[in-house]
């Protein structure tokens, strides 16, 4: 059985004015909270003149060992993203509901091209995020890998080991209240 990690996250997602004849507004992923939420999806969070705010819904960012190498990629950019995938609502006044999540870039690209109805966006990585990210690729890195294998992350200092070290009690504080946990695929 392959190894995951799922941690729950909630998604915030904008409704702005668009100027155009087919629709009045446009919705797009904003925002990323990291932990379970008791928040119910469409609930207004803030609004200004042009654009409003709502908690689009909960997701689950589930980490599997086959896209590590595509992980890594990601994390070993200068600014790491986390990519959501929204359902587009019949009608513009309606929330964007959250349908996928994921860390893999070449997950997200193909995801777009094979779902035209779906608003694929990126989102930058929040650094508790990214160190859980950090902390399952050095875990999944193969033990005979060359040392060119392992992540470079330009956000965090330290050998991969140490890394691991000081984020093994953070993994530990997410597993105690809930904000990620082991899973089991879905058959």
Same mark, same amino acid.
């Given at each position: 059985?392959?190894?995951?990690?799922?941690?729950?996250?909630?998604?915030? *997602?904008?409704?702005?004015?668009?100027?155009?004849?087919?629709?009045?507004?446009?919705?797009?992923?904003?925002?990323?909270?990291?932990?379970?939420?008791?928040?119910? *999806?469409?609930?207004?969070?803030?609004?200004?003149?042009?654009?409003?705010?709502? #908690?689009?819904?909960?997701?689950?960012?589930?980490?599997?060992?086959?896209?590590? %190498?595509?992980?890594?990629?990601?994390?070993?950019?200068?600014? %790491?993203?986390?990519?959501?995938?929204?359902?587009?609502?019949?009608?513009?006044?309606? %929330?964007?509901?959250?349908? #996928?999540?994921? *860390?893999?870039?070449?997950?997200?690209?193909?995801?777009?091209?094979?779902?035209?109805?779906?608003?694929?966006?990126?989102?930058?990585?929040?650094?508790?995020?990214?160190?859980?990210?950090?902390?399952?690729?050095?875990?999944?890195?193969? %033990?005979?890998?060359?040392?060119?294998?392992?992540?470079?992350?330009?956000?965090?200092?330290?050998?991969?080991?140490?890394?691991?070290?000081?984020?093994?009690?953070?993994?530990?504080?997410? #597993?105690?209240?809930?904000?990620?946990?082991?899973?089991?695929?879905?058959?």
């Amino acid at each position: 059985m392959e190894r995951t990690l799922c941690i729950p996250l909630g998604i915030i *997602a904008e409704r702005s004015r668009v100027n155009s004849r087919w629709q009045s507004y446009a919705w797009r992923a904003s925002g990323v909270l990291i932990g379970p939420s008791r928040m119910r *999806a469409g609930s207004p969070l803030w609004r200004d003149e042009d654009a409003a705010n709502y #908690f689009a819904g909960a997701g689950t960012l589930s980490l599997y060992t086959i896209d590590v %190498p595509s992980y890594r990629v990601n994390v070993e950019q200068p600014v %790491p993203r986390l990519y959501v995938v929204l359902a587009a609502q019949e009608r513009d006044d309606i %929330p964007a509901a959250v349908h #996928f999540l994921t *860390a893999a870039p070449d997950e997200a690209k193909s995801y777009a091209a094979d779902h035209s109805l779906m608003l694929v966006d990126a989102l930058p990585m929040p650094k508790q995020l990214l160190e859980l990210v950090a902390a399952y690729i050095t875990e999944h890195v193969p %033990p005979n890998a060359p040392a060119r294998d392992k992540p470079k992350l330009h956000r965090t200092k330290g050998s991969a080991e140490d890394r691991l070290r000081r984020i093994g009690p953070l993994l530990q504080r997410y #597993f105690a209240y809930g904000a990620a946990s082991p899973c089991v695929d879905p058959d």
